[in-house]
């Protein structure tokens, strides 16, 4: 099904660290997106502090979502529907978001939806490249997930494989705490790589030798401990010796994504992939997984980077989608931490009709 949508939507998401809110118009026109970044508030802490993160999506909330409606030149009167992620993520920063859409719903009259968060990722590799649609292989790569999906476009993506533990995005956080690169940890690692060797260390490839299509990335995040330790711990390592360990971990890291994607298309008989999700913007697994798709006989799709990390753009697609489709959201809807992509726990049976206020 090509990615269609109701007129002006407004799309808000607040699942972890960033206050997003973007305009889509017709699901796939990007009409304005606005991005509240906490880099500097969880910097000192080596990542994201919940209450920290909550607190500030209140004190900018308001502001971020004037902006994408000053930025798209229009008002509240001037939109066709509102979405907001409703999750998986931490649930603090999800009902910042998902009361200020309710608020805005109720005072409008506006039809509104909630969204899955992974939903709204793989929605917006369809934002990104308009040739793509479904079916295809669907690979989420974040700080919170690692999963493979065959996208339908007839119903709920199914799901293939997931991470057994860490996901990759966090275990490039925790490598970076490792090697005192700072935060975020993705871009961190993948600046020191540069000046590293892949092939530096030898660290393990996950899995490399079970069937299936499940990740993990614990074990490499140890690996990485215990040469950092074998080293001397890091005071007793020069930069060079740093980049060597960050170029080393994020190759086999990669080639963990490279190994699984693969055997999902074999599996699958599809000839697309697309890659969503904060880590889709590395700029190894970009050139490695295109060179496979070239050798393989597949097309490997990447969204342009500000719409791989967590933005607004991808909720208000997705929502834009659903509200085209006859779905609408109560007020009994609440946030939900972890919840498979497909499964609607924050859509009570009570709440099903449509509210769209008086």
Same mark, same amino acid.
């Given at each position: ?153 007839? =119903?709920?993506?199914? $799901? !293939?494989?997931? +991470? @057994?533990?860490?996901?990759?995005? %966090?275990?490039? &956080?925790? #490598? /970076? ?75 086999? =890291?990669?080639?963990? $994504? !490279?190994?699984? +994607? @693969?055997?999902?298309?074999?599996? %699958?008989?599809? &000839?697309? #992939? /697309? ?84």
């Amino acid at each position: 099904m090509p990615l269609t949508g109701m007129g002006h939507v407004l799309g808000i998401e607040s699942s972890c660290d960033e206050m997003a809110a973007a305009v889509v118009a017709g699901g796939r026109e990007i009409c304005s997106s606005v991005v509240a970044s906490q880099v500097e508030v969880h910097e000192p802490y080596g990542g994201v502090v919940p209450e920290l993160a909550s607190r500030d999506h209140v004190r900018v909330v308001s502001g971020v979502v004037e902006g994408a409606l000053r930025q798209a030149g229009l008002g509240l009167n001037d939109l066709d529907g509102i979405a907001v992620t409703a999750g998986p993520g931490l649930v603090g920063s999800l009902l910042v978001g998902l009361s200020f859409a309710k608020a805005l719903a109720y005072r409008s009259g506006l039809p509104w939806v909630a969204v899955h968060h992974l939903a709204g990722h793989l929605v917006a590799a369809e934002v990104g490249d308009p040739e793509l649609s479904p079916p295809y292989i669907g690979l989420v790569v974040s700080g919170g997930h690692t999963a493979l999906y065959r996208v339908t476009g007839e =119903a709920a993506p199914d $799901l !293939l494989g997931e +991470t @057994r533990d860490d996901a990759v995005g %966090e275990a490039f &956080d925790k #490598v /970076a705490k490792l090697l005192g690169l700072g935060f975020p940890g993705g871009p961190a690692v993948s600046k020191a790589a540069e000046d590293g060797d892949p092939e530096g260390v030898d660290f393990p490839r996950p899995m490399a030798k079970r069937s299936g299509l499940d990740f993990s990335y614990s074990g490499l995040k140890t690996a990485v401990a215990l040469e950092v330790q074998r080293r001397g711990g890091l005071e007793a390592m020069d930069p060079q010796a740093v980049s060597d360990v960050a170029a080393s971990f994020q190759a086999a =890291a990669v080639d963990s $994504l !490279l190994a699984r +994607t @693969r055997r999902a298309v074999e599996r %699958e008989g599809l &000839d697309q #992939v /697309a890659v969503v999700g904060g880590v889709a913007a590395n700029r190894r697994l970009r050139e490695k997984m295109k060179s496979m798709g070239a050798r393989r006989g597949f097309q490997a799709i990447f969204p342009p980077a500000d719409l791989c990390t967590d933005n607004a753009v991808m909720i208000a697609a997705a929502g834009a989608r659903a509200l085209a489709q006859g779905e609408r959201d109560g007020w009994a809807v609440s946030a939900f931490s972890r919840v498979p992509v497909g499964d609607t726990p924050w859509r009570p049976p009570q709440d099903s009709e449509a509210v769209r206020g008086t």
